[in-house]
């Protein structure tokens, strides 16, 4: 990977951190599948914590380095949390993800088996 690339990288890795671990509206949108808004709250907490806290990033969960993935299990259930970007009006891609002038975040957590 070149400077730039490197660069790039480390800019969307450090917004899409900051919305992983804090859910600060300012940061991004947060939003939960179905399959795990029907799981029971003491769960869904727990799920929300494992998030915030995940680390176990590696090249198979995050080829370019943007922490923009990642998988993880409770009670022998795996879930995927994800963050896409987003134009500011939501209604296509974000031209620069390294802006969070033009970026809006969308942090997704889901059941492996909604993806």
């Given at each position: 990977m070149d400077i730039a690339a490197c660069d790039r990288a480390g800019r969307i890795r450090e917004l899409n951190d900051q919305l992983r671990t804090t859910f600060f509206l300012r940061h991004g949108r947060v939003l939960i599948t179905s399959g795990v808004d029907a799981l029971p709250v003491a769960l869904k907490t727990g799920i929300v914590e494992k998030v915030k806290a995940f680390e176990d990033f590696e090249r198979g969960n995050d080829p370019?380095?943007?922490?923009?993935?990642?998988?993880?299990?409770?009670?022998?259930?795996?879930?995927?949390?994800?963050?896409?970007?987003?134009?500011?009006?939501?209604?296509?891609?974000?031209?620069?993800?390294?802006?969070?002038?033009?970026?809006?975040?969308?942090?997704t957590i889901m059941l492996a088996e909604e993806y």
């Open positions: 370019h380095q943007e922490h923009d993935f990642g998988s993880f299990a409770i009670e022998g259930q795996t879930f995927y949390w994800k963050i896409d970007y987003y134009a500011p009006t939501l209604d296509g891609g974000s031209e620069d993800p390294t802006d969070p002038d033009m970026t809006t975040r969308v942090l």
